[in-house]
């Protein structure tokens, strides 16, 4: 294996040795959760290691940068609209790092191997650095603005596909049932019939550092809020890749509605989801 690190500069070094960390201890915890509790729902998942991990994270990072602001997904106040705040603290903050302790935890309470930590940070409104780190199978995904995407030192491309008809796409079904089922079922009818296969695996990061690395060609998903999404749409990005809202409006943090592809089919899969009515914007 080569290094984790592919640069000296202190953000990334400090990120992908955060992501490292929690990914260890998050798999030793696979099997063994203590305290299984729900948030916005009775899918809406939490345990003692989402919590964990977060403040580990949280500690690493302050101990380098103390001035810094973190957004986690589990240091959010329940009924806090996520994106909002996070937006603003964009706007008020320099350097803001962006945390999912364990983006995935649905297959990590189940024992299905596809989860991972997702850091980002982002410095004066701009994606700057994207550490996504699946513990599994031990990948360390790291992009860098302008400096490419890597995974243990070795570049990472989109693939080169340019139809539907070829491509394994992957989409998520956040647990949110009133809003997001109906809008994926839309999409699902619609996506489907065009591409070879879709797959779902529950783990929003990892699909997108899967785009980047070219094991599926396009991915979509409804509801996502920035920690699912900053680090990975980096590395999709870096990769060569597109990533827009499901209208193909230009991503910023605060798009929810998220569309990642490798550019080619990307045009595609937006006009299915609007034809469909599937974009999750249209609908109340
Ligand atoms: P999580 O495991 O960090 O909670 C699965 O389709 C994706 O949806 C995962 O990335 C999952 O992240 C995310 N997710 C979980 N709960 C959600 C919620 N209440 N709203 C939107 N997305 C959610
Ligand atoms: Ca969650
Ligand atoms: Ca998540
Ligand atoms: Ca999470």
Redesign the pocket.
């Known amino acids: 294996r080569e290094p984790y690190v592919v640069s000296s500069k202190g953000h990334t070094a400090v990120a992908i040795n955060a992501a490292a960390k929690a990914g260890e201890w998050i798999k030793s915890r696979q099997g063994q959760v203590k305290s299984l509790g729900t948030?916005?729902?009775a899918?809406?998942?939490?345990t003692e290691v989402?919590k964990g991990v977060e403040q580990m994270i949280r500690r690493l990072i302050q101990t380098h940068y103390p001035d810094h602001c973190i957004l986690g997904?589990e240091g959010v106040l329940p009924g806090a609209d996520e994106a909002t705040a996070a937006l603003e603290e964009v706007r008020e903050n320099e350097y803001l790092w962006i945390v999912?302790p364990?983006?995935?935890?649905?297959?990590?309470v189940h024992g299905f191997p596809f989860?991972c930590v997702s850091i980002a940070l982002v410095i004066r409104g701009e994606l700057t650095v994207g550490v996504i780190y699946d513990p599994i199978r031990d990948e360390m995904f790291v992009a860098e603005k302008g400096k490419g995407a890597y995974v243990h030192g070795v570049p990472t491309a989109v693939s080169a596909e340019t139809e539907l008809g070829g491509s394994l796409v992957a989409m998520?079904?956040?647990?949110?049932r009133v809003f997001?089922q109906p809008v994926n079922m839309a999409g699902l009818q619609s996506i489907l019939p065009q591409v070879r296969g879709i797959r779902?695996g529950?783990?929003?990061?990892l699909h997108l550092a899967y785009v980047a690395a070219g094991r599926v060609d396009g991915y979509w998903?409804v509801?996502?809020?920035p920690?699912?999404c900053a680090a990975g749409v980096l590395l999709v990005l870096e990769s060569g890749g597109a990533v827009t809202d499901t209208q193909g409006d230009p991503y910023d943090i605060s798009t929810r509605h998220v569309v990642a592809s490798n550019g080619q089919i990307h045009q595609a899969m937006v006009d299915s989801l609007k034809a469909a009515d599937a974009t999750g914007l249209t609908r109340s």
């Open positions: 948030k916005t729902s899918q809406d998942l939490v989402d997904e999912d364990v983006d995935g935890t649905t297959n990590f989860y998520g079904f956040p647990p949110d997001a779902a529950g783990s929003a990061a998903e509801g996502l809020n920690w699912d």
